[in-house]
């Protein structure tokens, strides 16, 4: 099984297939032979060097790519082709398990198939050193920096520290993961039932209230807050846990 590595560069977890929109067709040796598994495996892994190399760096972090060709088949009895066109299947992308499809666009009969790929994204991340328990903050403690696999999961990789110390844990985590965005969460600033402060802000003033919060509230989120007189509003919680309301 074909394993490419490529130099290190920078990519996004979310390459599409307007990168690999002007791959070309591939001509096979020979004219219009009958086209081996071999042959779309070599074919498969010329066009996946080009499309990961020439996309559009939108990641800052540098990662090490490696894509792994899976075989088709062996049982497949394709008709003779001249030219094959790789593709990325609709609702595919390079990341992670997933295939590619190969077609005959010219010659006797036309046939496709998929091929499956697997590409890993290797750079750092924060990787916990103990299991973390669901509501408990992270401190700088909890992870160290080491090389992941950022593809293996198709949640985003927390890159940097400022993003995860001192968020809680949004379920129970065990050493040895690479912390990823829907691991954690922002600290609750109050509880439901708590008291709130309420600022009301519209074109350059300000005004200030108080309400009693219906559901607990974290910084961004937006809840729900019952004032002294009754009246129900929405607002977001900001940092220091007042409720900003937009009028």
């Not at 779309?40 to 080009?50: C, D, F, K």
């Not at 996309?55 to 009895?77: F, H, W």
Request: proline share 5%.
């Amino acid at each position: 099984m074909p394993h490419l590595v490529f130099a290190t560069l920078a990519v996004s977890s979310q390459l599409t297939r307007a990168v690999v929109r002007a791959a070309v067709c591939v001509l096979v040796s020979g004219g219009a032979a009958a086209v081996s598994a071999q042959d779309l495996t070599e074919i498969s892994s010329q066009w996946l060097q080009g499309a990961l190399s020439n996309q559009t760096a939108t990641q800052t972090m540098p990662l090490r790519m490696e894509v792994q060709v899976g075989r088709l088949d062996p049982r497949l009895n394709l008709a003779p082709c001249q030219r094959v066109e790789p593709y990325l299947p609709s609702g595919s992308k390079l990341w992670g398990r997933t295939r590619i499809g190969m077609r005959c666009v010219e010659g006797e009969r036309p046939w496709n198939v998929f091929l499956p790929v697997t590409i890993k994204a290797l750079g750092p991340a924060w990787v916990l050193t103990s299991n973390v328990s669901m509501g408990e903050q992270l401190t700088n403690e909890h992870a160290m920096e080491s090389e992941v696999d950022w593809a293996e999961s198709p949640h985003s990789i927390i890159a940097m520290p400022d993003d995860w110390v001192g968020q809680t844990a949004a379920r129970n985590l065990t050493a040895g993961m690479a912390l990823r965005q829907t691991m954690v969460k922002a600290p609750q600033l109050f509880k439901p039932g708590t008291g709130v402060k309420v600022l009301a802000q519209g074109g350059g003033f300000t005004v200030t209230s108080s309400g009693k919060a219906l559901e607990g509230g974290s910084a961004g989120q937006t809840v729900r807050v019952r004032m002294d007189n009754g009246r129900t509003v929405t607002g977001t919680v900001n940092q220091q846990g007042d409720v900003v309301v937009a009028q």
